[in-house]
């Protein structure tokens, strides 16, 4: 049976958050037992409150692929059984006709214990979750996917930087994308602060990088720049206040704040980010801890919008190294 967010409870005898690995890891490709790159075929499920998903829909909006692939949104406060598609007319997805993510999970995997994550991605013919790797999705969309992208899309994984990208991307995952969860969901006074140190450790260093490049590795979005930006925009509004990741806001950096309202302006970003649905989420559902269900006021996120100062690094080409 899939396990509901409240009984899948990811913490070690000594009160670290280890995350669960993904269960379907089956690649995009042309290649033997791999998946068929087929337009109208699959269905991506996500929610909004989710950084994993999220950078899903930012590639797809940047390489033209949301005509090829369907997309199905879930409430962002999940149920006790899980992402529940509330927000569709009805009360379930209007292609796959579930009213739960678990029940995709389930007619691929009847045994599978683990909990129903977002993003997962559906065959529609058969209503069964064939990929949920959040971790290497983007680079299928990147290069499996390519000859469906749409004409002059940008190169988000260009050839001879994916070694360092990949380098980038793990030191990212360990050290931002996931330190905020294993510093918010510490049951331990000390794993908290091993992964709060680790977490501004690696800001700071950032921080510095991104005072000399307008991007991560340049003038050029890629694929490290996405899984950046999906932390940041929501550090001031979940992190800093649930997580208790807190030594800064992000508008405390001075590059990475104008470096995320660039992107953020950058069409694919901003209008893909919801900050009320963030909001709701990480206050509002069982990361919280939030008994009375109160919801804040703020942060004020009518900054995003405001001039940024990267423009100054259009002439830089240089791309810098993990």
């Known amino acids: 049976m899939v396990a509901t967010s409240e009984s899948a409870h990811e913490i070690s005898a000594e009160g670290a958050f280890v995350r669960q690995a993904n269960r379907f890891t089956t690649p995009f490709g042309s290649g033997p037992g791999e998946l068929p790159v087929e337009a109208g075929r699959y269905r991506l499920l996500w929610a909004a409150i ?69 993003p997962a991605v559906v065959d529609i013919s058969t209503g069964k979750v064939v990929n949920n790797d959040y971790f290497k999705l983007t680079n299928h969309w990147e290069t499996a996917w390519a000859p469906l992208h749409k004409k002059d899309a940008p190169d988000l994984y260009p050839p001879d930087l994916r070694t360092d990208i990949d380098g980038l991307n793990d030191i990212i995952f360990h050290e931002v994308n996931n330190a905020v969860y294993k510093a918010g969901f510490a049951e331990n006074q000390g794993e908290y602060e091993k992964n709060y140190e680790l977490l501004f450790k690696r800001l700071d260093i950032l921080e510095e990088r991104l005072g000399k490049n307008r991007y991560l590795f340049g003038s050029s979005i890629t694929d490290s720049d996405i899984r950046l930006y999906v932390t940041l925009a929501r550090f001031d509004t979940a992190y800093n206040l649930v997580f208790r990741c807190n030594r800064n806001r992000l508008v405390d950096f001075p590059n ?25 989420g990480y206050q509002l559902g069982s990361h919280g801890h939030n008994p009375y269900q109160l919801l804040a006021l703020g942060p004020d996120t009518s900054g995003w919008n405001e001039k940024h100062d990267r423009g100054r690094f259009n002439n830089i080409p240089s791309r810098g190294s993990a």
Do not use: M
Request: overall charge negative; hydrophobic content about 40%.
């Open 50 to 118: 989710c950084p994993w998903a999220h950078r899903q829909i930012i590639v797809l909006n940047l390489l033209g692929l949301t005509e090829a692939i369907s997309i199905g949104k879930a409430n962002p406060v999940r149920t006790d059984r899980g992402w529940e598609f509330s927000l569709d007319p009805a009360g379930v997805d209007p292609v796959l006709k579930i009213r739960y993510l678990s029940e995709a999970y389930e007619k691929a995997d009847p045994a599978y214990t683990g909990r129903a994550t977002v």
């Open 256 to 280: 990475l704040w104008n470096y995320a309202k660039d992107l953020f302006q950058t069409p694919g970003f901003g209008d893909t980010t919801d900050f009320d649905a963030i909001k709701r």
